[in-house]
């Protein structure tokens, strides 16, 4: 049996079910924020060669080499995160996990994941605000670069509504799950 919280796998929701469509997007959501956390870290990366090449080489730099990493940072962070819950990589703490019977593992996983749904959401909201009041003003960045910063903020609530997709996914999937489908997991 494998351990982690897989919690939306397709197979976990009976055949016909009505939340199955719910499951698929949250998966396809998962992996398109996951391929884009992997070009965020690839920017990285590439931004931080191209700063020493200017530095050493050339004596200059981008000037934005912070702001821009920064950002980077946070948005695959956020990007990454629906697809960790998806396939169980999150950090979890199995103290309790592992010291309680069997009967009750489903309802503890359901609480914890009612509860990165409850705060998924919450966040989601707060950051969604965010992006409106930047965008409303726009109110740019204090660098050279002038950046607006809804557009990062809107990288970060993409995310989060991945991830909060993903919560209600892997809830439908721990509630509708049937005795046989946990045995694959």
Known sequence: MRRGLACALP???????EYGPVITLAK????????AAILALVFMFGHII????????????TFVLDEFVGHAVSALTFLALGEALRTGTLIRVSLLHDSVPD??????????????LSVGSFALWFVGVSVLRQFERGTT?????QIPLWIPEALVLFGLAIF??????????????????????
Do not use: D, Y
Not at 28 to 35: E, K, P, Q
Not at 103 to 116: G, I, N, T, Y
């Open 164 to 185: 909060v997709l993903q919560a209600l996914a892997g809830l439908i999937g721990l509630i509708f799950r049937t005795p046989q489908s946990e045995e694959t997991v």
């Open 103 to 116: 009967s009750a593992k489903r309802v503890l996983e359901m609480f914890a994941m009612a509860s990165a």
């Open 141 to 145: 960045s204090a660098s050279i670069a």
């Open 28 to 35: 396809n959501l998962s992996r398109i924020g996951n391929g």
């Open 50 to 61: 191209l700063e020493i090449t200017l530095r050493n080489l050339f004596h200059t730099s």
């Open 11 to 17: 197979e976990q929701i009976p055949r016909g079910g």
